[in-house]
T-cell receptor, first 118, second 114 residues
Framework: DTEVTQTPKHLVMGMTNKKSLKCEQH?????MYWYKQKAKKPPELMFV???????INESVPSRFSPECPNSSLLNLHLHALQPEDSALYLC?????????????????FGPGTRLTVT | AQSVTQLDSQVPVFEEAPVELRCNYS??????LFWYVQYPNQGLQLLLK??????LVKGINGFEAEFNKSQTSFHLRKPSVHISDTAEYFC????????????FGGGTRLMVKP
């Protein structure tokens, strides 16, 4: 099973709302990622978790708050977003993070959550 | 640091014709190379990868790619495309001394016409 699931599929929220995106994988991967993708652009890395600890934060505004409650789950909490935050949010996982020579370097992506901020 | 250039932002092609999507990269260290496909309103799906060994790599859906170290290229090819291949294709690299951080190219939109 190489599936990463994400919920919800679509989300519309106002600028004063608080919402959460969820991501789940059951491949035994110990690295999980959040990406933001604008239309006609490649994904941009936001956060990386390795063994449930935050390893990388790509200078993401604090209105985005990631959480990794266990090795299978990854959340992204959203608060006071701006219209320019509207995008496709992708979750990915990989066997490990930043460990050379394992031969399992690919990331597996979920279907994404289409977020619209009004 | 790494960078990836996909030379064509759009490639129109007729059904059953061959296609090549070009990818060039630069890096100060050796890299692993990947091609991902993204169908409309979906996530990214891994098409194929090059880690080591044979420079010709076969992937899913009849795609293949060839790693050329001297030209720092990893072009994607398919001998005969279908309408269903219409999608966005992303080339990506990760440094082989540090695991999984991906650097993506800008993407190539493959448009297959009947």
């Amino acid at each position: 099973d190489t599936e990463v699931t994400q919920t919800p599929k679509h989300l519309v929220m106002g600028m004063t709302n608080k919402k959460s995106l969820k991501c789940e994988q059951h491949m035994g991967h110990r690295a999980m990622y959040w990406y933001k993708q604008k239309a006609k652009k490649p994904p941009e890395l936001m956060f990386v978790y390795s063994y449930e600890k935050l390893s990388i934060n790509e200078s993401v505004p604090s209105r985005f708050s990631p959480e990794c409650p266990n090795s299978s789950l990854l959340n992204l909490h959203l608060h006071a977003l701006q219209p320019e935050d509207s995008a496709l949010y992708l979750c990915a996982s990989s066997h490990q993070f930043a460990v050379a020579g394992t031969g399992r370097h690919e990331q597996y992506f979920g279907p994404g959550t289409r977020l619209t901020v009004t | 640091a790494q960078s990836v250039t996909q030379l064509d932002s759009q490639v129109p092609v007729f059904e059953e014709a061959p296609v090549e999507l070009r990818c060039n990269y630069s890096s100060s260290v050796s890299v692993y190379l990947f091609w991902y496909v993204q169908y409309p309103n979906q996530g990214l799906q891994l098409l194929l990868k090059y880690l080591s060994g044979s420079t010709l790599v076969k992937g899913i859906n009849g795609f293949e790619a060839e790693f050329n170290k001297s030209q720092t290229s990893f072009h994607l090819r398919k001998p005969s495309v279908h309408i269903s291949d219409t999608a966005e294709y992303f080339c990506a690299v990760s440094p082989n001394n540090a695991g999984n951080m991906l650097t993506f190219g800008g993407g190539t939109r493959l448009m297959v016409k009947p």
